[in-house]
Each structure stands twice: as C-alpha cells, then as structure tokens.
Nanobody, 128 residues
Framework: QVQLVESGGGLAQPGGSLRLSCAASGLTFNNYTMTWARQAPGKGLEWVSGISADGSDTYYTDSVAGRFTISRDNAKNTLYLQMNSLKPEDTALYYC?????????????????????WGQGTQVAVSS
C-alpha cells in the first residue's frame, strides 16, 4: 500500500534551517505531483509548496517563496523541503501528500479531495 513518511522536523532558531524529507513507497513516485502542506496550532491547513511529477515545475505559497525550496529525487522515491530563514510563524505540523493523477499538476488545486495519500506529519518548531 502507499505510504508517505515525513522526517526531519525539529526545533530551530529564527533564521535557522531545516530539511524535511518524505519517503514514499507503494507507488510509482515519478508519476505524481507532490505537495507539502502545514497546520499551525489552532489554524487550518495551509498549502506550502508543490512539485510536478518530473520536478520541472515548482510552486510556493507567498509566505515561503524565496526561503523554502522543494525538490524530489525520483530515483530514491523521496520528496524534500529545504527551509531556510525560518520564522516563528513557520511553526507547524508539516505533511507531504500525493495528488491524484486525474487532477493534473496544477497546484495546489481546488481542494483536499484532489489528494489521496498523506503522511503522518513532522513537527517543526521555530523559537529562540
């Protein structure tokens, strides 16, 4: 079965960096647009970044553009999120998710129904 397992979260100081990973199994990874989303305490889900199946197209929400970089290694079935210049408002539980093929590669799409598999999340806390 499809599994997405995030790792790499932790505590960082403002201005610091973290690199999240999402290890995928049970799927033909290079067939799918992938995304990172986050949920801060007491807030709704926020789309953070997306990447097309072949990695040629990347997308970012405005609040992370220029600070975060999404990438993927299709040979290793792994999705990454390099987070630099972290801010306290980046504190959240970060999830990776697979977009259903029938909804194409537009990001993030219309709604949650376009994503069918999610990881369990990795916690990121940014604090001095």
């Amino acid at each position: 079965q499809v599994q997405l397992v995030e790792s790499g979260g932790g505590l960082a100081q403002p201005g610091g960096s973290l690199r999240l990973s999402c290890a995928a199994s049970g799927l033909t990874f290079n067939n799918y647009t992938m995304t990172w989303a986050r949920q801060a305490p007491g807030k709704g889900l926020e789309w953070v970044s997306g990447i097309s199946a072949d990695g040629s197209d990347t997308y970012y929400t405005d609040s992370v553009a220029g600070r975060f970089t999404i990438s993927r290694d299709n040979a290793k079935n792994t999705l990454y999120l390099q987070m630099n210049s972290l801010k306290p408002e980046d504190t959240a539980l970060y999830y990776c998710a697979r977009k259903r093929k029938q909804y194409g590669s537009t990001w993030p799409g219309i709604g949650l129904y376009e994503y069918d598999y999610w990881g369990q999340g990795t916690q990121v806390a940014v604090s001095s």
